[in-house]
T-cell receptor, first 109, second 115 residues
Framework: AQRVTQPEKLLSVFKGAPVELKCNYS??????LFWYVQYSRQRLQLLLR??SRESIKGFTADLNKGETSFHLKKPFAQEEDSAMYYC???????????FGKGTTLSVSS | GAGVSQSPRYKVAKRGQDVALRCDPI?????LFWYQQALGQGPEFLTY????????KSGLPSDRFFAERPEGSVSTLKIQRTQQEDSAVYLC?????????????FGPGTRLTVT
């Protein structure tokens, strides 16, 4: 079965603290994984994808096949990082994304 | 530039009514996707078009749901005989190339409330 699990509904941190948003997946073969973000009153948008190994807005995510995880990390949270974050997995057919339920990140000063 | 647009932004329907939701993709984009997002959930895939061809409709929850993209640009998602469980935000996304070109952003969504 193809599935994405985000175990935390809400993560609250103070500004400057490290952030780790957890994502675990279930997939047969080589997964294609993404993080999407939705800021308040804005559209859902792509944050990063594992194949590009990029760092966007200070966020990184490493695919760990042994632990079937793709956690999103940032060393120092900023208030503007407050948003809803969704982890997503491309399906076997390649036509769709399977999303987790999302984690709300709240960064306060 | 302009992103994906959707209309209406909000729709209230009485149970049993038919509704039509419109998606205007970014001009020239080959792929178009529809997703359904229930309250407190992540988006769930409904259907995928490559130009005018509907290549994947595996996510449509019942035969009351129908989508089309007749000229390979604008798409309409139609829901017949709406039920309360159809209440959700319907999201559209497009991408320049085929489905492997994942959408960079989604439309603003249509919030459907069935009473």
């Amino acid at each position: 079965a193809q599935r994405v699990t985000q175990p935390e509904k809400l993560l609250s941190v103070f500004k400057g603290a490290p952030v780790e948003l957890k994502c675990n997946y279930s997939y047969s073969g080589s997964p294609e994984l993404f993080w999407y973000v939705q800021y308040s009153r804005q559209r859902l948008q792509l944050l990063l994808r594992h194949i590009s190994r990029e760092s966007i807005k200070g966020f990184t995510a490493d695919l760990n096949k042994g632990e079937t995880s793709f956690h999103l990390k940032k060393p120092f949270a900023q208030e503007e990082d407050s948003a809803m974050y969704y982890c997503a997995l491309a399906n076997q057919a390649g036509t769709a994304l399977i999303f987790g339920k999302g984690t709300t990140l709240s960064v306060s000063s | 530039g302009a992103g994906v647009s959707q209309s209406p932004r909000y729709k209230v329907a009485k149970r049993g009514q038919d509704v039509a939701l419109r998606c205007d993709p970014i001009s020239g984009h080959v792929s178009l996707f529809w997703y359904q997002q229930a309250l407190g959930q992540g988006p769930e895939f409904l259907t995928y078009f490559q130009n005018e061809a509907q290549l994947d409709k595996s996510g449509l929850p019942s035969d009351r749901f129908f989508a089309e993209r007749p000229e390979g640009s604008v798409s309409t998602l139609k829901i017949q005989r709406t039920q309360q469980e159809d209440s959700a935000v319907y999201l559209c996304a497009s991408s320049l190339d085929d489905a492997a070109d994942r959408p960079r952003s989604f439309g603003p969504g249509t919030r459907l409330t069935v009473t």
